[in-house]
T-cell receptor, first 114, second 112 residues
Framework: NAGVTQTPKFRVLKTGQSMTLLCAQDMNHEYMYWYRQDPGMGLRLIHYSVGEGTTAKGEVPDGYNVSRLKKQNFLLGLESAAPSQTSVYFC?????????????FGPGTRLTVT | DAKTTQPNSMESNEEEPVHLPCNHSTISGTDYIHWYRQLPSQGPEYVIHGLTSNVNNRMASLAIAEDRKSSTLILHRATLRDAAVYYCILRIWQGGSEKLVFGKGTKLTVNP
């Protein structure tokens, strides 16, 4: 049981390049989330999904797109990377609805945009 | 916006209890209080959560004020492995879904 995994672990992009971050979970969770964490800050929600085929915007969605074609995978795309998107990105998943459920986080992807 | 306020940093000695405070004066009746911690270079890890009553689990205890405007995470015997940033978070229901609203957290240093 691997939990939540993220690919890649590190990436350096040039301004204007595109990339996709992959998140996978093997816990059969319905909910999945993408967060970003900037130095000295807490996590901010980018996009989330409440089930296969659904996505919704979080707190800071601009410049990012997401897709949830399979229940176990949640992809985060950057179409035209900007230096302001330099950050550590965390994926998380949770069992379902209801404000009691805990979220399980992946190890993070450190992205630098030059 | 739901918001939490925590001290930036706290220090403790190994094997002593630690009380980490959190203020959440804007909490509404259906918001759960969650605590997560983040070790260096890792993703956040769930610690404990509660709604109104005090809660205990194998990692910690959560004491919630009667008016729910504040809470305290209690580590009964701190170890070096407990050194981390601790986030007090409101888990809210908003816009048809649930969200975690992170603050800046408290960096806990544990001295040997």
């Amino acid at each position: 049981n691997a939990g939540v995994t993220q690919t890649p672990k590190f990436r350096v992009l040039k301004t204007g390049q595109s990339m996709t971050l992959l998140c996978a979970q093997d816990m059969n969770h319905e909910y999945m989330y993408w967060y970003r964490q900037d130095p000295g800050m807490g996590l901010r929600l980018i996009h989330y999904s409440v089930g296969e085929g659904t996505t919704a915007k979080g707190e800071v969605p601009d410049g990012y797109n997401v897709s949830r074609l399979k229940k176990q995978n949640f992809l985060l795309g950057l179409e035209s990377a900007a230096p302001s998107q330099t950050s550590v990105y965390f994926c998380a998943s949770s069992y379902g609805q209801g404000t009691g459920y805990e979220q399980y986080f992946g190890p993070g992807t450190r992205l630098t945009v030059t | 916006d739901a918001k939490t306020t925590q001290p930036n940093s706290m220090e403790s000695n190994e094997e002593e209890p630690v009380h980490l405070p959190c203020n959440h004066s804007t909490i509404s009746g259906t918001d759960y209080i969650h605590w997560y911690r983040q070790l260096p270079s890792q993703g956040p890890e769930y610690v404990i959560h509660g709604l109104t009553s005090n809660v205990n689990n194998r990692m910690a205890s959560l004491a919630i004020a009667e008016d729910r405007k504040s809470s305290t995470l209690i580590l009964h015997r701190a170890t070096l492995r407990d050194a981390a940033v601790y986030y007090c978070i409101l888990r809210i229901w908003q816009g048809g879904s649930e969200k975690l609203v992170f603050g800046k957290g408290t960096k806990l240093t544990v001295n040997p």
